[in-house]
């Protein structure tokens, strides 16, 4: 089976979680996508949607899904997104589709977040993956100073500004035995805006999509 037939898997699986007449919290990236394309039959049962990336903005637009503001709603039962990496306690990296501020915001206002993905995301030790982490421009270099003085290897990726107009810091040679502490650490440091480390607020439902159907682990 595809990486693509795994994620899509993954992504129609959630569809258990909707709660009909509730604003839903969507996430970012090709495995959300599917997600999306999943929901258009099941439209008329979501009044409207918290989206935590222009692009999916633009997509659930696209099936008539209403996209509304967070700060027009008191909450959200449900957020589905997507991830980087996974480890067994559900902490998650996530950020290398550089959405990974509004994902933590929107995944901090709701009460679960389940997070999709093929089985290949599933590893032991998070930091494989390198460590996508938004900054304010004018703070890269220092912030990636501060990065390798922690042992690690961080690399601007040049090109790409966030949705929120910031730089990104994909940091490499991680083995993340502690993620809450390192995204304590990390969080710290000044002119970081957001870490995509997910484990103060990791997932509560991981659905991993592989040839033999989907993996639920909570
Ligand atoms: C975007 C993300 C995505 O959820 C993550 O990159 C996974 O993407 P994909 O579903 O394309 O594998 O965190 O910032």
Redesign the pocket.
Known sequence: MSQDSA?RLAAESALQYLVPGEVLGV???????FFIDALAPRKSEIPAAIS??LASTERLKAIGIPVVDLNEVDGISIYV????EADAGLN?????????TR?KIVAAASQRFIC???RS?RVDVLGAFPL?VEVIPMARRLVARKLAAIGSRPVWREGVVTDNGNHILDVHGLQISDPPALESTINQIAGVVTV?LFAHRGADVLLLGHADGVDRIE
Do not use: F, H, R
Request: glycine residues 24%; without cysteine; negative net charge.
């Open positions: 994620k996430g970012t990236g090709s495995t959300v996508n935590s990336s997104d997507g991830a980087d998650l990296i996530k950020g290398g589709g550089a959405a990974l994902e999709i993905a093929d995301k996508p995509g």
